[in-house]
Each structure stands twice: as C-alpha cells, then as structure tokens.
C-alpha cells in the first residue's frame, strides 16, 4: 500500500545519467553508450510508474472530501 517502489524508479534514472556523465568524461566510448541507453529506458519506466501510481490513486473510491460536522442541517428537513 506504499508509492516506494514505484518512487526508487526516479533512484535509477539519477543513477545511470550520472554513470552516463561519468563514464563520457572519462572516454568510454561503449559503456556511455551502453548507460545512456539504460538512463533512457529508466525514464520511461519511471514516467510510467508516475501514471499507474496517479491512476491507483483514482481508483480507490475514496470521497473527493470528508464531511466532519455538519451545521445547520436538519435530518427531517434533509428528506422532504
């Protein structure tokens, strides 16, 4: 019932830019390639993540709002 695993996502794309950045500073040609691509498909993953967890949180049919007290308001008076 936690948003986590779905917020570690973002972790990642952070995770593989910064490799990505750093392995292009240091000159391999490859393994920037390589990283570059997986900060890319992270992203999209995360950006896909952000839906369900908007779409989980529509679907729980929870009140749009919570009536604590109501003044003013009479039960017989309510009905007729």
């Given at each position: 019932f936690t948003n986590l695993p779905?917020?570690?996502s973002w972790l990642f794309v952070l995770l593989f830019l910064g490799l990505a950045l750093f392995s292009l500073f240091q000159g391999f040609t490859q393994t920037t390639l390589i990283l570059?691509?997986?900060?890319?498909?992270?992203?999209?993953?995360?950006?896909?993540?952000?839906?369900?967890?908007?779409?989980?949180?529509?679907?729980?049919?929870?009140?749009?709002?919570?009536?604590?007290?109501?003044?003013?308001?009479?039960e017989k008076k309510k009905y007729e």
């Open positions: 779905l917020r570690i570059f691509v997986l900060f890319l498909i992270s992203i999209m993953l995360a950006i896909q993540g952000e839906y369900i967890l908007r779409i989980f949180e529509e679907v729980r049919n929870r009140p749009n709002f919570i009536v604590q007290e109501m003044y003013g308001l009479d």
